[in-house]
């Protein structure tokens, strides 16, 4: 059954002890970056909790981080699937979105601030690349948008960098859906109306760090993903309309030809990205609940929160692709070292010479800033085992055949349009002709072994 809002699903999280309550007093501006590191670098992620920050200093707001991405459980959850069941799920919302629903009033309506009311500053805003970052920055928003032609709804998620009580700072890039509205909107002179959805059903915001195609409505796929329609209020001062039981609605418009000073901030590749002037965006109206919630995402350094919902949630947009093409994908998996980002391993089971190529270029098309390391391997292979993927690296490749390099310029600006074209390398880990045998016992006396493995002493010991 659907989870009628966050906070059904952090209870949830609860019952499951996948949510540490942090009882202690904490200063926003370093320590709930810092202990929300230390947890993901020294728990590993079968055991790491997301993460209820109850006191932070100078705030009566809690602060939540790592409830869609802590772990591989964490994100099944929020699906309510089980880890192997995941990408059905994503194959299922993609075959089956659900239209949302349009409501009069939620959740979000219960407090409404305009005019001098408006303060983005009276919430706990982490400061979270700390003597880099220029300030703090929303890490989770869910901003919504829409095609001015088609009037398609888009959710995605940006960088946004807080400045003042009424204003901020938005890093959109060209690639990004988003972008598109507003390059429309600004050959016409128009602003581009926007909205920032701080904690919402789970499945709004794993769609919304997912590669959704452009004409698909982000709201319809992630009722396809719970299952039910989510449901939608129009906001105050523009013709937008947000969830309804979000936490927080920051309202606003992005001004046609406008841009100011922002970052650099600390992205997912580990590394501090790049400062530039990105576009303005004014604050109009606040909506929020009684109580609100203040939702984060950890970016930074893999292992991170990002790398686990980018990767989870861009390997099933390749998948979708591939399969429409006809290949027979048997999975994708985008590594979580590789910030979900970079690293990208296709198991398929080729029919002809020369599909491993479109089974390569197909894969970058859906969007040609992923991959930079794309190998592709048989489909007895599990890409998640990275022992696997290694062995085949090892002993079915042949370097100076299998290696493929698409080059491109090199040292490039962020905010450059021609990083699309960013060099990769792709590798035929696939057999070329027919192997021998495994050197391994029969499956059968495996299988054996596995139902008598108390009887020898060895139980436990494999944690």
Same mark, same amino acid.
């Given at each position: 059954?659907?989870?009628?809002?966050?906070?059904?699903?952090?209870?949830?999280?609860?019952?499951?002890?996948?949510?540490?309550?942090?009882?202690?007093?904490?200063? &926003?501006?370093?320590?709930?970056?810092?202990?929300?590191?230390?947890?993901?670098?020294?728990?590993?992620?079968?055991?790491?909790?997301?993460?209820?920050?109850?006191?932070?200093?100078?705030?009566?707001?809690?602060?939540?981080?790592?409830?869609?991405?802590?772990?591989?459980?964490?994100?099944?959850?929020?699906?309510?699937?089980?880890?192997?069941?995941?990408?059905?799920?994503?194959?299922?919302?993609?075959?089956?979105?659900?239209?949302?629903?349009?409501?009069?009033?939620?959740?979000? &309506?219960?407090?409404?601030?305009?005019?001098?009311?408006?303060?983005?500053?009276?919430?706990?805003?982490?400061?979270?690349?700390?003597?880099?970052?220029?300030?703090?920055?929303?890490?989770?928003?869910?901003?919504?948008?829409?095609?001015?032609?088609?009037?398609?709804?888009?959710?995605?998620?940006?960088?946004?960098?807080?400045?003042?009580?009424?204003?901020?700072?938005?890093?959109?890039?060209?690639?990004?859906?988003?972008?598109?509205?507003?390059?429309?909107?600004?050959?016409?002179?128009?602003?581009?109306?926007?909205?920032?959805?701080?904690?919402?059903?789970?499945?709004?915001?794993?769609?919304?760090?997912?590669?959704?195609?452009?004409?698909?409505?982000?709201?319809?796929?992630?009722?396809?993903?719970?299952?039910?329609?989510?449901?939608?209020?129009?906001?105050?001062?523009?013709?937008?309309?947000?969830?309804?039981?979000?936490?927080?609605?920051?309202?606003?418009?992005?001004?046609?030809?406008?841009?100011?000073?922002?970052?650099?901030?600390?992205?997912?590749?580990?590394?501090?990205?790049?400062?530039?002037?990105?576009?303005?965006?004014?604050?109009?109206?606040?909506?929020?609940?009684?109580?609100?919630?203040?939702?984060?995402? !950890?970016?930074?350094?893999?292992?991170?929160?990002?790398?686990?919902?980018?990767?989870?949630?861009?390997?099933?947009?390749?998948?979708?692709? !591939?399969?429409?093409?006809?290949?027979?994908?048997?999975?994708?998996?985008?590594?979580?070292?590789?910030?979900?980002?970079?690293?990208? !391993?296709?198991?398929?089971?080729?029919?002809?010479?020369?599909?491993?190529?479109?089974?390569?270029?197909?894969?970058?098309?859906?969007?040609?800033?992923?991959?930079?390391?794309?190998?592709?391997?048989?489909?007895?292979?599990?890409?998640?085992?990275?022992?696997?993927?290694?062995?085949?690296?090892?002993?079915?490749?042949?370097?100076?055949?299998?290696?493929?390099?698409?080059?491109?310029?090199?040292?490039?600006?962020?905010?450059?349009?021609?990083?699309?074209?960013?060099?990769?390398?792709?590798?035929?880990?696939? &057999? &070329?002709?027919?192997?021998?045998? !495994?050197?391994?016992?029969?499956?059968?006396?495996?299988?054996?072994?596995?139902?008598?493995?108390?009887?020898?002493?060895?139980?436990?010991?494999?944690?």
């Amino acid at each position: 059954m659907a989870y009628r809002d966050l906070r059904e699903y952090l209870a949830r999280l609860d019952a499951l002890g996948k949510l540490h309550h942090i009882r202690e007093e904490v200063d &926003k501006d370093w320590e709930i970056a810092a202990i929300t590191r230390r947890v993901f670098q020294r728990i590993p992620d079968a055991r790491r909790p997301a993460l209820l920050f109850e006191r932070v200093k100078g705030f009566t707001i809690p602060v939540v981080v790592g409830v869609l991405g802590g772990s591989v459980e964490i994100y099944a959850a929020a699906l309510e699937c089980r880890p192997e069941e995941t990408a059905d799920r994503w194959q299922q919302a993609y075959r089956n979105p659900i239209p949302p629903k349009v409501v009069e009033g939620g959740p979000c &309506k219960e407090v409404v601030l305009k005019g001098e009311q408006v303060n983005l500053l009276r919430f706990p805003v982490p400061v979270w690349s700390v003597g880099h970052d220029p300030g703090p920055y929303l890490t989770a928003p869910l901003v919504c948008s829409v095609d001015p032609v088609t009037g398609v709804r888009n959710v995605g998620t940006y960088r946004v960098q807080v400045k003042e009580a009424a204003r901020a700072a938005m890093m959109v890039n060209w690639r990004q859906h988003m972008r598109t509205h507003i390059t429309l909107n600004e050959e016409q002179g128009h602003p581009t109306p926007a909205a920032i959805v701080l904690g919402a059903d789970p499945t709004v915001g794993l769609v919304s760090v997912s590669k959704v195609p452009y004409d698909m409505d982000e709201f319809a796929v992630a009722g396809g993903l719970r299952g039910a329609p989510i449901e939608l209020v129009r906001c105050e001062t523009n013709d937008l309309e947000v969830p309804a039981a979000a936490e927080i609605v920051i309202e606003g418009e992005i001004p046609a030809n406008v841009r100011e000073p922002e970052g650099p901030f600390g992205e997912y590749t580990g590394y501090m990205g790049a400062g530039g002037h990105a576009f303005a965006f004014r604050v109009t109206c606040i909506t929020h609940r009684r109580d609100p919630i203040f939702h984060a995402f !950890l970016s930074q350094m893999p292992p991170s929160e990002s790398s686990t919902i980018r990767g989870y949630g861009r390997e099933r947009a390749i998948m979708k692709v !591939l399969r429409q093409a006809g290949i027979r994908v048997r999975d994708v998996h985008m590594t979580h070292s590789g910030g979900g980002n970079a690293v990208l !391993l296709i198991s398929f089971k080729p029919e002809y010479p020369g599909q491993v190529q479109q089974v390569v270029w197909t894969a970058w098309s859906v969007d040609p800033t992923l991959g930079k390391f794309t190998i592709v391997v048989d489909d007895d292979i599990d890409v998640h085992d990275h022992f696997q993927v290694e062995a085949a690296l090892s002993f079915r490749v042949r370097p100076d055949r299998d290696i493929y390099i698409a080059s491109a310029p090199y040292s490039i600006p962020q905010e450059a349009e021609v990083r699309a074209r960013g060099s990769k390398v792709a590798i035929d880990a696939t &057999k &070329k002709h027919e192997y021998p045998p !495994l050197s391994l016992p029969p499956e059968d006396h495996l299988l054996e072994v596995d139902r008598r493995w108390s009887h020898y002493g060895l139980a436990g010991l494999e944690r």
